[in-house]
């Protein structure tokens, strides 16, 4: 047989794999989530998702020395608190605990991308993302909390605010507030395509955030939807996103690829604690290499289209890529 076409020839040695790789991962692609709490001393691992950690503000700075050390340039701040009313109010509070984390890590440590969460719903007492009243998420309520939230994030000194709440006009909200107050310069990170996911059970025990009625149906999307994804971002960036956001990231590459071909913008994968848990699970009982498959599922995501990656595993990812 005379085989003209041989894709083989291609994938003979590594050098030559090496030579023809669309897809590379770098540790620049990468920002690591980070939980802060109150106290002093504390690491403590959260239960669902081993390896990752309650932080108070001094750890905090230590492990965030190290990820700036190897390479990361960005981290994903979430403030986890058992001060929470209606309103989350301790979401704004000057010395709260996310604004004196900021404070602390820009006094600290220069060169590194201080990324907020802006949402309520580690702060409300019903853990909803939103004002609730009569049992409902009130939509324009909220925009000038969530608003709020951003800009005392911002006054603390962060880099970039990132809302997660899928209020809508939560990004026009916020960016009219920053630059009413001279922060024309703050970009905003949207989670913009937010699905309503099974897989944040994890984080919402670490960040203590689960609601407690309902479910966030009323404003998370719909896991069926692939064009409302289109329409979500399409809105953000109107309003002013400056990078939108894709989570969670491994059953969703399709939308993040078509993300990626309809706008120019950079786009954002969120790999969410239960992409984190699920692996690390199989990983223990002896089921998956962890490493082999972490960097299949990182690089796939970024082939998906994504120009960045949040991750729990972003500090192992720099290790094994610095050692390849
Ligand atoms: C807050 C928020 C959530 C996550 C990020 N920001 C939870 C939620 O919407 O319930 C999930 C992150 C993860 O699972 O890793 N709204």
Redesign the pocket.
Known sequence: MKLIKRPRRLRMNQNIRDMVRETSLCVKDLIY?LFVVEGEKVKAEIRSMPGVYHFSVDLLIEEIKEVKDMGIPAILL?GVTSQKDEFGSYAYKEDGIVQKAIKEIKDRIDDIVVIT?V?M??YTSHGH?GIVEDGEIVNDKTLDYIAKIALSHVEAGADIVAP??MMDGRVRAIRELLDEKGYVNTPIMA?SA?YASS??????EA?D??PKFGD?RSY?MDYGNSDEALREIELDIEEGADIVMV??ALSYLDIIRRVKDSFRVPVAA?S???E?SMIKAAARMGWLDEKAVVMEVMTSIKRAGADMIIT?FAKDVAKWLSTQ
């Open positions: 989530p979430f969460d949402c719903c580690g993302c997660s709440d989670y937010k897989f944040y059970g994890p984080f919402r960040a955030s689960a966030r998370q989570k969670p969120y969410v604690s239960g984190y729990y």
